[in-house]
């Protein structure tokens, strides 16, 4: 996924959108298409700012990225490009989960992770489609559990439902059950399907066969397309706001290619 000449139309269409959202007072010797470039290096190489070869110092590029995030041009294009993949693609089936990331530098939501021998790491959760398109995602410490979130990262979900979209199926596994979160998603018009545990008095075989219906692999595949950018893979960063930043532009990279190729 290296920007090359196969990639620049994608690169000039999120260039596109970062000049409609961002007009600085004056004009910039170095086009927003060329620093852009040279961030998406840094995110998907994972080196640091200051190993950075380009024609300008690596400080402009940096200063140029903090003012992005400071300004929420990232997360206003890709609340954008969400709208209107929603509004094209109807599909009723979601997917819930989420992914530890190894922290190395981080110094916020960082958190003991059991299941990687205590390191530190952060939490990924996301919610995404059945074209593994994230559709809602929140970051948290790596020693909080899966459950806590379905509530958070499906409160944002509701024009989902707004848009004449009924029996919306959201679809996690062991980690999300849990009858207090069932009720609440009821409400909103979403039923909640997960596979049974093996000391449930329930109908193991029926709940199973009506899981394994679901293309769970989905949101498996989603979070091996996002690990190929190294600086997620590892997180090298210190703020929660920078490594928020990564992750959304990721988001708009994957967005941009599936309404290049569809």
């Known amino acids: 996924m290296c920007v090359n000449n196969d990639h620049t139309e994608l690169l000039i269409s999120f260039s596109n959108l970062i000049d409609k959202e961002f007009k600085p007072s004056r004009k910039n010797k170095f086009q927003t298409c060329y620093i852009l470039s040279k961030i998406i290096y840094v995110i998907e190489t994972g080196i640091p700012w200051r190993k950075l070869v380009c024609e300008c110092n690596y400080t402009t590029v940096y200063k140029k990225f903090k003012l992005w995030t400071e300004k929420n041009i990232f997360n206003n294009i890709y609340n954008k490009l969400r709208d209107e993949y929603l509004d094209k693609n109807k599909s009723n089936q979601l997917f819930i989960d989420s992914t530890s990331i190894r922290n190395i530098q981080g110094r916020e939501e960082i958190g003991y992770n059991y299941a990687d021998k205590h390191r530190k790491s952060t939490k990924i959760h996301v919610v995404c489609d059945k074209n593994q398109i994230p559709i809602n995602y929140e970051i948290s410490k790596g020693n909080i559990h899966d459950s806590q979130f379905t509530e958070k990262l499906m409160e944002n979900v509701d024009y989902i439902s707004n848009k004449k979209r009924k029996n919306i199926k959201l679809v996690g596994d062991l ?36 899981y394994n219906k679901y293309p769970r692999i989905n949101v498996e595949n989603f979070f091996c397309r996002l690990k190929k950018f190294r600086a997620i893979n590892c997180r090298y960063v210190h703020k929660k706001v920078c490594f928020e930043s990564y992750i959304l532009i990721c988001f708009i990279i994957i967005i941009n290619k599936y309404n290049k190729y569809n």
């Open 175 to 210: 980690a999300y059950i849990g009858k207090e979160t069932e009720q609440k998603l009821t409400k909103k018009n979403i039923t909640l399907i997960t596979p049974c545990k093996k000391n449930s008095k329930k109908d193991r075989k029926k709940i199973n066969e009506k």
